[in-house]
Each structure stands twice: as structure tokens, then as C-alpha cells.
């Protein structure tokens, strides 16, 4: 028996993440214009910066509780509250964690059991899936459509619910597609979740990027608090995706049981994040309000030169990507993305790494300049004619 043979097989067949495949060929080379990682080109706000370096200088890095610094915790409460009118005590229904994929991991890890069932709208975010798979659960993917902007439905949900089913995964504003949910969207599902006993995991990592309308949590729903594990960190909203801090507020009975797994795998998330977390929160709105702005700038002009460029587009309304149709040049969308890759030194991501209903479409991050939008759109363009014209 090899040393390979050992390998869990749990592990063996779970696939490497398609995003950063992409985004490790587009890094070879300084010609690529890399519309492929979802994270802010911006640089974390100077003065988040100044915390963590005090807290440095100051020699502040010990371990801190396990659950992330009270003061962190009532900073949280406090934005849950005033942000998105959901109320969660700091004592027990808060967990900082290692960014929000931790709690991704943590909160599916606390819930399967071999076997169950956990539904997952598609086209969905590429880690949701091996997770559950390595925790042996059972991918359901739940079918949107970009004929209803990919938003759920209850009437889907419903076609892929059985007896096993336990946990639903939402990612609202979505990552890949940009849609978002209303409050009269969520209704119907609420009552589809309540009638069949199913626990949520929402993932509201982009809430702060919605450009129409203002983010509606689930949780809001009259009796889904009680059933929602929410989880939310700071990489999008405040350009801090390498200080990887998130968190997860929900019911004190489910986050107890997921703290005790943080205990184990991760002690505490990083002080200095945290302290840096908590000068985003306290004097951080006005930053993360003109990234939004400049995000929102970027989506228009993006969209608009896709449909130019004869590739058709939902208008995003939430998140910082694009999700448009690459059908008119009957490639697949892994053939197209490694020729737009080799021949125009544009990096983006087949829709295929996202589930179902991803083939088809590509994922544009316009978490980009202008400058490099608009470059990458010349570029785009030279080759969509081209492609097309073959």
C-alpha cells in the first residue's frame, strides 16, 4: 500500500478550487488582467491599518477568548442591529471566526450527520459543496435560472426536498451571479424552510454591496431567526480579505456547538484582526460606503461593455461580479475561459466550477479599476470577434 492509498478518500475526491486555478495561471504572467479572485483592489482603509499596527507596537497578540473579544462581539451586535435590524446577544449568539469560510466549515460541521441531505442553490459559491462532501453529507443542488435572475424559488426548493433534507446554504447577494433577494422574494421560501424543519446557513458575506435595494437578511423573516445561522466577516465590505476575520451569530444553542469545534481547530481568530475589525466597525462606514459607490460605478460600465461586446448580462444587482452568457460562441466555458486566457491575457472564471446552471457563463470580478476594465473589455472584444467569426 503507498503513502497515497492513505489519503482520506473524502479528500481524493473533492476537486481543487476552480477560482484559484485560474487565478494561479493569470499570476504567471504581468499581461494578465485578472478579473478572476473576488476581492477589493482597494487597500484596507489607513486608519484600520493604524489599529493593527498599534496593537502591534503595543505587543497586544496574546490569545483572546475563544468566542473573539467581547468588545469585537458588542461592536457586531451592534452593526447586526443597525444594519439589518436583526438583534444577537454578544454573550452567546455571536463567533468571531477565521474569516467566514471557518464559519462556512464550522456551521456545516456542527450540522451533518452521514447521510443528510444539505440544498444548495446553484449556480453557488465552489466551496459550499466539498465542504459538505467532507463532512459526509449529500449535495442537493436547488436550480435558478437566468431567465428569474437566478434568485431561489420555492417552487425549486421544494422539487429537491426529501426526508434527509436538513440544511439549506444560502449566498445572498450571490457569488457567482450577483443576484439578490427581497424581502417578498424570501417570504414564500421562509414558509417552504419552516414546513419542512430545515436549518439555514446564510452566507451575507456581500450584504453590504447591494446597489438597488437594501440587503434583506432571512432572519428577518417572522420565525427564521430561531432556524438561521448567519454568518458575515469584513474581506468585501472593508477590503480586509487578508486579515481574515468573519463571524456567525445565530441561535446560543447552535453557535455553543460551534464554538467548541473552534476551540479545537483554531483557538481564536487573529488578535490584531480583531482589533482591527473593531476600528472598521466604530469609524469604518464612511470608507466602506465610497468603495461601494465606486463598486456601483464599475458595475455599470462593465455590464454595459459586456452587452456591447455581444455577451449577454444579467444586471448584478449586489456583490462586485458579473455572470454573463457565453452561449453565442458555443465554447464551453472552460474552453473559453483558457483561450480568452492564452489569447487575449484576460483571466476569468468558468461557470462550470459553480454547479448547475453555471455552464454556459463565465464570472467577471469587476473589483477592478477602470482603467483595467476597460482594458479588459478591448481585449475581450478582439477576441469575442474573432471567436465568433471561427
Sequence with gaps: MSVADR???????????????????????????????GEPD?????????????????????????????????EISNYMSCQFGLSYDPEGEILVTVG????????????????????IPA??????????ALHGGKVIEVESSVEQQFKLTADALNRVITS?????????PSNPTGSVMSYEDWLPIAEVIKAHNLIVISDEIY????????????????????????????????SMTGWRVGYACGPQLLLAE??????????????????????????????????????????????KGLRELGLSCHEPEGTFYAFPSIARTGMS???????????????VVPGHVFGTGGEGFIRCSFAASLDRLEAALERMARFVKLTVEV
Design 7 to 37: 489519503i482520506s478518500p473524502h479528500v481524493r475526491a473533492i476537486p481543487p478550487s476552480g477560482i484559484r486555478k485560474f487565478f494561479d495561471y493569470a499570476s504567471g504572467s504581468a499581461n494578465v488582467i485578472s478579473l478572476g479572485v
Design 42 to 74: 482597494f487597500k484596507t482603509p489607513e486608519h484600520i491599518r493604524q489599529a493593527g499596527m498599534r496593537a502591534l507596537s503595543e505587543g497586544v497578540t496574546k490569545y483572546t477568548p475563544n468566542a473573539g473579544l467581547m468588545e469585537l462581539r458588542e
Design 100 to 119: 467566514s469560510s471557518e464559519a462556512v466549515d464550522l456551521a456545516l460541521r456542527m450540522l451533518i450527520a452521514p447521510g443528510d441531505e444539505i440544498l
Design 123 to 132: 449556480p453557488s459559491y465552489v466551496a459550499y459543496s466539498p465542504i459538505t
Design 164 to 172: 434527509r433534507s436538513k440544511v439549506l446554504i444560502l449566498n445572498y
Design 207 to 238: 450584504a453590504e454591496l447591494t446597489y438597488d435595494q437594501r440587503h434583506i437578511s432571512i432572519a428577518s423573516l417572522p420565525g427564521m431567526k430561531e432556524r438561521t445561522i448567519v454568518l458575515n466577516g469584513f474581506s468585501k465590505a472593508f
Design 258 to 303: 460551534m464554538l467548541k469545534i473552534h476551540q479545537y481547530i483554531a483557538m481564536c481568530a487573529p488578535t490584531v484582526s480583531q482589533i482591527a475589525a473593531i476600528e472598521a466597525l466604530r469609524h469604518g462606514m464612511e470608507e466602506k460606503d465610497r468603495m461601494k459607490e465606486a463598486f456601483k460605478e464599475r458595475r455599470t460600465k462593465f455590464v
Design 333 to 347: 466555458s472552460e474552453a473559453f475561459a483558457l483561450k480568452l486566457l492564452k489569447e487575449a491575457n484576460v483571466a
